[in-house]
């Protein structure tokens, strides 16, 4: 993970949606003369951002959880008080896709002009049939008229609703409504690539969610699982076990779980936006992690209870400040290690011939400054598939 090469005075040759060359500029100028040239003039060019863990379909916001968590109330508190995720599954199942779509589609183009040229998407608080079919269908929708890269991924595993638990043999019923009635409908509509599990106790156990992710495998689906965000309770083994692409949070993951990971190259996606926003000490061992050969990624979480960040370049200074990654470490973690977190490390995530044509332009003279000023906005453009994703400098040339 420190394997990140800075070069100046380099130009990135681009055909179609590739990269074909990066090379020196001078050079690539003479061998593809007549080819369109950006001239970035000065600044720094990057493999454009993975953000490869967000929630970013659901309807209002919660704001007013902040201040009560701040004044020292209890989640289940909040939830009595109509807040929690619970309050995301009621609000989202009385919208419309439509107005699904428009209120996701802003946040989306938020995450684009941080620097975010390739982004996951969850399903997770519809938690019925209809409304994770529902949320995916948005997800697909943004797929297709948004000029960044959008993955989706099938969270009906992402709580028990409320209707479920309320009855005796609730719990078995909605995970026998997971496997045998949500997961065919998703897998044979195409509409998503990967499933994800909530694992933590008093949500789903590792053994529903072994499962429910073994059902979705067989089905196609690439595994991925929120794991040991709260307690180690074997989520981060179950990953490596099933072969997972990533485990998510680890905040409290075990020797045993770093272990598994590290066996099985399954990546540890970690989300410090989340532990700061909840103002929780305890952040994720990246260290641990990276010195035992787990490939770390950093990503937004962007969600309306526990991250409503788009800024993605703030996840790099958690990275470095809170985490203790290198800058070279929390670049890689948010590029090639999160395109590996969705299964796209041979060909997103890097400024090589061969990659797909992603990149972000910074206003800054130093790779440096991107973890350093944080919150601040400082892409000037990107481009995902060698087309306009993200434009703000309004001096390069690029359709308004
Ligand atoms: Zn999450």
Redesign the pocket.
Known sequence: MADAVVRTDVGVLVDGDRITAVDDEKRLRSEAAGAEVVDCARGVLTPGFVDS?T?AIFGRARYEEQELRAAGVPYMEIARRGGGIHASVRDLRERSEDELFALAEPRLRALAASGVTTVEV?SGYGLSLADELKSLRVVRRLAESLPMRVRATWLGAHEIPLEFRARANGRREYVELLVHEMLPAVAQERLASYADVFCEPGVFTVEESREILSAARAAGLAIKL?ADELVAGGGAELAGELGAVSA??LAAISDAGIAALAAHGTVATL?PGTMLFLGKRDQAPARRLVEAGVPVALAT?F?PGTSPTPTFPLVLTLGVSQLRLSVAEAMLAGTVNGAAALGLADRVGQLSAGFSADLALWDVDDVRELPYWYGAGRCRASWTRGKPCHAHDLALPFPR
């Open positions: 863990h929630h969850k929120h998510d949070h989300l979480d969600n």
